[in-house]
């Protein structure tokens, strides 16, 4: 099975997250981490090889820095990698991304591509139904659970109520949500980050994937941002130590805000 | 005036609240068209609907819409955008009406905007990012702005529309019936409101432990949804479409109650756009204070029994 997993980038939550002032765009000068959710698409993608053979392959579109993702799975254990990597990509929407990554995944091939359900920065949580639009592919997205038998894939779609179980045949975009142990993402060992060093990475600029540069970048964004201010913090409130009382208080307060 | 486009947002025909804050909001913008994707349809729904100020309802009620996976959705709301030009398309901002836009947004060559909490005059949308960190504001540039709103953000107010129905017919292409929905579990079926929904939202971290019925019962007491930290979610102890927090749930209720749970931004960048938080916490070093408007320091497991018991006694 030819498997291909998108991971993305993107500043660490720990750190103060910024736009630029210049062109509104995400601040990347922050510590670069992948993204949570990514490394559990990776994990999958592992398990899906384990299970039924063939080969992952990374994929990331960003920076030259998102080099650190793309490593970061090649030592939990991914085959290889594809770096779709231009300047003119720069400041593009989850419209252009979606459009460049499908062009680089139609030059890769897939049977199965799998994506982290959402991004810790932008938050869309839109990229793989896109992806599965301009594919022309099925879309199973937000899977606690992914089953293959032969050309068919079937998974559990978290929902608000429990779960939907939801068929197709492959290829198709599949989105994985965050799972409990023992389903959680497995740490590098350090055979994996050495190996990591020694596999392929492959540079792909906007004409090797045929991308349109009209359809990328910040010029041919669908949306634009006119202004942005960060946030009043909010105000210092009232603390109270449980001196045998503290549900009391804490039901006085509620009724002075009228919740009861 | 310029024509909306709301898609509703209902389970087994039963319009979920945020639907009737997008068709609110919709009439600021100009006439809302409520769009019914899926069976259920009822005169039950039409007269909500139009009580929520309606003017038209485009019913398209084929299983098919519900059986496959959200492109259906996609393609009756394309449709509707080529044959009605409306002026905007409004969804709810929850994993699957997120979904739907972004398709939306491709089939029409169209510009989105997801997680707006408000939108003003010229269709410019404000949208908190990072957790609430920075407010955003900004526009659609292409086609028909797409906008999807989070749950809790406007004030439903109930103005009569006409609710004239139109019934539509899609003939689905074989695209929009790739992904098919076999069964539907129900896990945890109870009377709480939706979790992102929920005008009250009450939350336990690692503090509350494997036994989640102290959290269940303040929420009932409350009439609240139930949410989890990611320690909760992580060890088991309660489902992860519970979980708030960045890699779960974003909830901006009007009152949020934090038990037993530090705080890590991971979890504050789900819910620090609540409107009230109150917390209960043993630890007064916890990075949850910082945006606590009322909170106890104390043993959740004697305060909060405390708390259901003072609750119930004032009702």
Redesign the interface.
């Known amino acids: 099975m030819n498997i291909v997993v998108c991971v993305k980038q993107v500043p660490d939550t720990a750190t103060e997250r910024k736009l630029r002032s210049d062109d509104s765009t995400l601040d990347r000068s922050a510590n670069g981490v992948i993204n949570e959710l990514c490394e559990y698409a990776v994990e999958d993608a592992l398990k899906l090889k384990e299970a039924y053979g063939g080969e992952v392959t990374v994929l990331t579109m960003g920076p030259d820095q998102a080099t650190d993702a793309i490593r970061k799975a090649l030592a939990m254990g991914a085959d290889k990698a594809v770096h779709l990597s231009d300047e003119a990509l720069h400041g593009s929407d989850a419209l252009s991304t979606s459009y460049a990554l499908s062009q680089a995944l139609k030059k890769i091939g897939f049977d199965v591509v799998i994506l982290g359900s959402e991004s810790t920065d932008a938050r869309t949580g839109m990229l793989a139904a896109m992806l599965a639009e301009r594919l022309g592919v099925p879309q199973l997205t937000l899977a606690s659970k992914i089953e293959v038998d032969g050309s068919a894939i079937s998974i559990h779609r978290q929902t608000d109520y429990g779960y939907d179980k939801v068929e197709a045949t492959l290829p198709a975009v599949v989105s994985v949500v965050e799972k409990p142990d023992p389903f959680k993402p497995r740490y590098p060992s350090f055979k994996g980050i050495m190996a990591a060093k020694k596999k392929p990475i492959e540079k792909l600029g906007i004409a090797d994937a045929e991308i349109d540069p009209a359809q990328i970048g910040l010029a041919a964004a669908w949306s634009v941002v006119s202004d942005f201010t960060t946030a009043p913090p909010r105000g210092k409130g009232v603390v109270v130590n449980d001196e045998g009382d503290g549900g009391t208080k804490a039901a006085e307060f509620l009724v002075s805000k009228k919740f009861i | 005036m310029a024509e909306i486009l709301v898609l509703v947002e209902q389970?087994d025909g039963e319009i979920k609240k945020v639907t009737l804050e997008l068709l609110t909001l919709a009439r600021s913008l100009g006439e809302p068209s409520a769009v019914w994707a899926g069976p259920g349809y009822s005169e039950t729904a039409k007269a909500r609907l139009s009580e929520y100020g309606a003017e038209k309802i485009y019913v398209a009620d084929s299983a098919d819409i519900a059986d496959y996976?959200?492109?259906p959705k996609?393609e009756l709301l394309a449709s509707l955008v080529g044959s009605r030009s409306p002026a905007a398309v409004l969804v709810a901002s929850t994993?699957e009406g997120?979904?739907?836009?972004?398709?939306l947004?491709?089939?029409t060559d169209?510009?989105?905007?997801?997680?707006a909490v408000g939108v003003a005059e010229g269709f410019?949308a404000e949208q908190?990012?990072?957790?609430?960190?920075?407010?955003?504001?900004?526009?659609?540039?292409?086609?028909t702005p797409i906008i999807a709103l989070r749950p809790n953000s406007t004030q439903p107010v109930a103005t009569a529309g006409a609710g004239t129905e139109e019934k539509v017919d899609v003939a689905l292409t074989d695209?929009a019936r790739?992904?098919?929905?076999?069964?539907?579990?129900?896990?945890?079926?109870s009377s709480r409101p939706?979790?992102?929904e929920a005008a009250?939202v009450v939350s336990g971290g690692r503090g509350v432990g494997a036994d989640f019925s102290i959290i269940e019962q303040l929420a009932d007491s409350?009439g609240a949804a139930v949410g989890a930290s990611?320690a909760v979610?992580?060890?088991?102890w309660y489902?992860?479409?519970f979980?708030v927090g960045?890699?779960?749930k974003?909830v901006a209720p009007?009152?949020y109650i934090a038990a037993g749970i530090s705080g890590a931004?991971?979890h504050r960048?789900g819910m620090?756009t609540a409107k009230?938080?109150?917390v209960?916490n043993k630890d007064?070093q916890a990075p949850i204070?910082?945006?606590?408007?009322?909170?106890?320091?104390?043993?959740l497991h004697?305060?909060?029994?405390?708390?259901?018991?003072?609750?119930t006694k004032?009702?």
């Open positions: 389970i996976l959200v492109a996609a994993t997120k979904e739907v836009a972004g398709r947004a491709i089939k169209s510009g989105v905007i997801t997680d410019v908190p990012i990072f957790g609430g960190g920075v407010i955003v504001h900004s526009k659609v540039a292409k086609g695209a790739a992904a098919r929905v076999v069964e539907r579990v129900k896990e945890k079926s939706e979790l992102t009250i409350l990611r979610t992580d060890s088991g489902p992860h479409e979980q960045q890699t779960g974003t009007q009152l931004i991971q960048a620090q009230t938080i109150v209960v007064a204070w910082e945006i606590a408007d009322f909170g106890v320091v104390g043993d004697k305060v909060v029994p405390q708390l259901i018991d003072e609750i004032r009702k």
